[in-house]
């Protein structure tokens, strides 16, 4: 009986509210109604004022004559072409304001008074008759002429356009009460529809709002909301903060159960290049990889059955945890299957693109450490494995401790050696094998740390490859190039190479075109180096941006020349200014025919495309003489001189431009 009762006050509640808001629906559309009335009357009223808004009209006018008198007077003083144009330019501006005055509504305010329509028209004639004498500019003569009648009409123009701007104030005045009047109407309506607006919101409210509804919607969207905080929104992986709810449960399971279900097994995983996709196909590529490379993962997981727990932490950034039975030998290979099913191809919308996966693997060896210490020891595996060259799987061990230790002492010290100048440029001579002159210098990249000691660049250039401070460090060599060159003999060339982040960016060409005109280096002296690898990334982008760099003067040098697979077809790509042959091919032409042979094809092949050669990693008098013998000309290596600063080579007996000969084995002044 009481849920019935309960329902009929429901259904009367209703029923009264449907009548109150049919009658305020009724009300606020009469007011809806008045209110576009008084909006379409003051429309009109601004429409008729701004149809008699003439001051304007005159004021135009008047700085238009303005602006005549000024270019011709400038012309006739500069006999600058562009100035005399200008002249012309604004004469016919004047022509063109003349005819509006006489037209529409300022023609009618001309007309109005016989005086003004009698001016107007014979100084209109006057000086659409100034026509001939412009095209005789800048002849003094027609200036003169030209000036005169422009000195009558601007006096003409002035009174005509200050009297319309005393019209137009006058009837301004009218319009604005108008305005004024109508606008007080508008906000007492906008007053009232608002109040009754309220109103029928809140009945609207009360009937729409319900409890079961409510508890629905709440229940939706805190599942919702729920998926939202532990996924993420791209990959729809689990995030960050989900995987490590996940791993500190099982490392609580594990310290309650022991490893009756096996070990806990954590994976760190990075793409490598995935910065290179983002900045070669953009970003729409790039999370197109990352769900490509999100589904793969998952898809190889879900094949070891269940319990495995894949996760995006950010980035290209992935975790996997699982358990293993087989300890370190189970888990590298499956670490292994994901790095292939990675590897194959993947088809986006810039194109098609291959990538590696660096995968670190921490596991509980039966210490019971907990969560954070297992993905850490997973984290310092990953940077250890991209520190030796990326694409590889490896275990942790505690010695790698130390290494990430180093490793983020050297990327937290960047600031600093650049900031100093710890971080400097080398130079390694570039020498005439026959005449034993330095034709050229290479600049490379050296860090004295004050804590470390010298770090070779096959330490610090990948870690700031992978911390993204490439493009400063080669922005600060390139620039440190430039400068300490012009020291050297005018006809001494710089090369200097280029990064594939330096490369990938458009604004490339504008950065070292500022560089030259900072220092002041010709173009013609610089030579700018890169590889097949970087030039491989995007071939079709690289040659654009190298030929923006080469319209410069800048030459563009191929390095390392032989060792990429498709060697050949670069050559087809871009005109190249240089080949440096790769120092691998040097290294063994004593004890191998077909290395020398090879390096005798490269310069047959360079010769007939006029395009210069360099070999590099010359170490020795006996290769000299067999370099000398194919046909070499320009060659790099410590037979000629370890890099060295500018001021070092200066002081040298290289330094006045001949190299001294260091006899048969070539080692130990070069080396010294």
Known sequence: MRRETILARVLKFGDWFRYVALA????????ILVQADAVMTSGDAVGRSMRYDMAMTGQNGRLDMTNARETLARSVVTRDPLDVEAARLFYEILVGRLEQWQDGAFGDFVDASADRSTQLRDVARRVEALAPLYRQLPDPEAFHSINAVLADAARVFDKI?????????????????????????????????IGFGAGLLLLMSVQAWSLQRARADAERAARRFEFVARHDPLTRLPNRSAFHAALQEETARQARDGEADGSIAVFALDLDGFKAVNDILGHAAGDDLLVAVAGRIGRVAAGWGPGSFVSRLGGDEFTVLLRVHGGEKEALEKALQISSALHETYSLAGGSVVVNATIGISLDDGRRRSGPDLLQDADIALSHAKANGKGQVQLYDASMRIDATRRRRIE???????????ITAHFQPQVNMETGEIVGVEA?????????????????????????????IGERILELACREVQRMPIDCTVSVNLSVVQLAREDLADRVSEILRRTGLPPQRLTLEVTESVVMRDTRRAAETLGRLKRLGIAISLDDFGTGYSALSYLRAFDWDELKIDRSFVRSIASDEHSLSIIASIVGLAEKLSIKVTVEGVETRPQVDMLKGIGCLVAQGFYFGVPASISDILRSPAGTRRIVAKGDDGDSAARA
């Open 24 to 31: 305020l629906l009724g009300i606020l559309v009469l007011l």
């Open 161 to 193: 356009g200050g009297e319309a701007m005393s019209e137009n104030l006058s009837a301004a005045g009218e319009f604005r009460q108008q305005l004024y009047e109508r606008q007080r109407l508008h906000n007492i309506l906008l007053q009232i529809l």
């Open 412 to 422: 937290a010290d960047f600031d600093s050696g650049l900031g100093k100048g710890q």
């Open 444 to 472: 490379l990249a050296r860090w004295r740390h004050p804590a470390l000691g010298w770090i070779p660049p096959s330490e610090f250039i990948p870690i700031a490859e992978g911390s993204g401070r490439i493009v400063e």
